[in-house]
């Protein structure tokens, strides 16, 4: 009720429904939340773009593709961020990857083995939230040894509206791969199952991803893990009788460079003792290879002599996540 200036006394006309304050478009119309990329919902030109096609609707108005923007959670977990941090973190529980106007996706977590600080995903959360005429709200949910070929009411497409199957989603390995395909928002997520763990990874238009208030402020692909969430130096343990040499043998298989991927794969074969999470790092680099716009980013390296390998532009949240990696598997 404060929210929205609500009276107390007595009855009130409902606040409009709110969308993104996007670059290029007018007030935002209090018919239903807005579509993203600079127009609205209904026109009344013939020659109007797709309203719940989202890249051909952003091309025709502005001239250029829309931006893009990724991010990623694997392993122990490792969480690649909108603006490449690359962090480590316990997150026990249930932790939001994204919360926005449009999507909003929830990561819960559990120790990796008895005793440890480590966690993993089991458990992912991904609500499309309803929009105008395009789809209905839908939900879907994925567990460790249960991942889905359909969205929680048993449907595979946004609904019966107009732009229903500008929402889809299919299986690609069953029970190890899902993909999501949201048209109407240009976003593509990708779900696997690999080593009793959940990875996530999305490519998302850079208006969708920015369409948060103030109180959306905690979102793991937006900041990154709190500082009181990422693992320090002292928490390296290792599990199992697999050395580091092993480790690093196992990794190096799938990933010959010895990016933040590789550094992943190593402290997550070693804390679990379970040489199959070097899949889940392999895995999330080929979807960072694919969803990137920059393939520049791409690999991200740590400092090992107290010097960035990678760009010195890199801010220092990223370094120090790359560096207790790096710390932790020598």
Known sequence: ????????????????LRGPALPGRGPISSSGPALPGGSPAHSSSPAAPDPCDYEGRFSR?????????????????????????????????????LDNDFLFVQATSSPVASGANATTTRKLTIIFKN???????????????????????GSINGGTRPGGSSLSIRTAEPGSHVEIQAAYIG??????????????S???AEDVARAFSAEQDLQLCVGGCPPSQRLSHSECNHRGAITIDTARQLCKEGLPVEDAYFHSCVFDVLISG???????AHAALEDARAFLPDLEKLHLFPSNAGVPLASATLPAPFLSGLFFLWLCIQ
């Open 61 to 97: 108005l502005h001239g250029r593709p829309p931006g893009f923007l990724h991010c990623a959670s694997f392993g122990d977990p490792h969480v690649r961020s909108f603006h490449h941090h690359f962090h480590t973190c316990r997150v026990q529980g249930a932790w939001p990857l």
């Open 202 to 204: 999305i490519k998302v």
């Open 1 to 16: 009720m404060i929210q929205h200036n609500c009276s107390r006394q007595g009855p009130t006309a409902p606040p409009p």
């Open 274 to 280: 379970d040489p199959n999470f070097t899949v889940a």
């Open 131 to 153: 929009m105008q005429e395009c789809i209905d709200q839908k939900v879907y949910q994925a567990e460790v040894d249960n991942l889905p070929a359909a969205f929680e009411d």
């Open 187 to 200: 976003t593509t997520i990708i779900i696997r199952q690999t080593a009793g763990q959940l990875s996530f």
